[in-house]
């Protein structure tokens, strides 16, 4: 079989079963947005690597090095919050192309350096190698919290909520934006700004998730949406053995996404439920804590929204159209690493 047809998430299961673990101290291993591992203290110790590829995951005719260092931080900085822990700690390896100009490493490393800041995380280390074209990066990152708050993809029940932070799709449109330079688009340039900055310049919701996390709210799943809303719910349903009704009447969207599909005749709805790169936080959460938590979040200024319901039939997401047309889709849309990418 070909990795193309294996495709990103067979390839990882397939890999899990040839690396078992051994010390009793792992809690976590491959399967979640970290892994997870037990330290002296009632804590736990969260790691979670992610690299970037250019012409996969960036490109340097529309990131600037500030930019693409930014992102390096807060893709990995909203993995370790989707666990309900604190990022502390960091490590690199860049590959390098022979080629590039030392002024765009000093660049890229105030990219870095500001992100590092923003997230509380401190770069200790790593490791530089050549490479003979492309740009890697590759980042590392530690975190930490209470063995109690440990978040996961499983543990979502039938009758919790399906909840998400901020607004859905700008990061996809910005990208679509990005990739269409020569379209001429309908409305404002200041909109259209905003998309393409927020593709850019992900926000990772670690303070959401540490307010979360010191929380009772019965925080039952949760995980970063970084393939796109459909598929990374998906990976909660799995994991928890259940299903889920995702209304899209309930997503939430910026006031610029709405203005340009509405300008552009885009599908709201189904750009921000396929598309990735938005960052926020999906969780579930038990139904009598959703009013407290929706008034607590309206205080602290992050928007939260119910979007759904879990239920107990094992069917994938059940998405419920804006006009009750009811669809199942049992192969969710995202990004996949090793397949076609529409």
């Not at 960036?58 to 990131?63: A, G, P, R």
């Not at 919290?145 to 998400?164: C, E, I, N, S, W």
């Amino acid at each position: 079989m070909s990795l193309d047809r294996l495709g990103e998430f067979g390839l990882i299961a397939r890999l899990q079963s040839h690396i078992p673990t051994q010390s009793s101290r792992v809690v976590q291993g491959i399967g979640d947005d970290c892994a997870v591992f037990s330290q002296p203290g009632g804590n736990y110790q969260v790691v979670t690597a992610d690299a970037l590829i250019e012409s996969v995951h960036f490109d340097l005719k529309t990131h600037t090095p500030e930019q693409l260092g930014w992102k390096t931080v807060a893709v990995n900085a909203s993995d370790v919050a989707a666990m309900g822990a604190l990022p502390r700690f960091a490590v690199i390896t860049l590959g390098v192309p022979k080629n590039t100009p030392v002024r765009f490493l000093d660049r890229l490393y105030k990219g870095l350096n500001r992100a590092c800041r923003e997230f509380e995380i401190d770069l200790v280390g790593g490791d530089t190698v050549s490479t003979p074209k492309h740009w890697m990066i590759s980042l590392t990152v530690f975190g930490e919290t209470h063995k109690k708050r440990l978040f996961t993809r499983k543990g979502a029940q039938p009758g919790d909520a399906l909840l998400v932070t901020g607004t859905l799709g700008d990061s996809a449109l910005g990208l679509k934006i990005l990739q269409s330079p020569r379209k001429k688009w309908t409305g404002r340039a200041a909109d259209r700004k905003h998309l393409v900055q927020r593709h850019l310049e992900p926000t990772a919701r670690v303070r959401e998730a540490a307010k979360l996390a010191r929380s009772k709210w019965r925080v039952t799943s949760m995980i970063d949406l970084s393939d796109g809303l459909s598929q990374d719910c998906n990976h909660i349903l799995k994991a928890s053995g259940v299903g889920a009704e995702v209304w899209e009447c309930a997503l939430p969207f910026s006031q610029a996404f709405e203005n340009v599909c509405a300008g552009n005749r885009l599908r709201a709805g189904e750009l921000a439920f396929q598309g990735g790169e938005d960052y926020e936080l999906l969780f579930t959460l038990k139904s009598e804590d959703v009013k407290k938590l929706l008034e607590s979040f309206v205080k602290y200024g992050t928007p939260v929204t119910q979007i759904g319901v879990i239920s107990a039939r094992k069917n994938g997401v059940t998405w419920v159209r804006s006009n009750g047309r009811r669809q199942v889709l049992r192969n969710p849309v995202g990004f996949n690493h090793f397949k076609e990418n529409g």
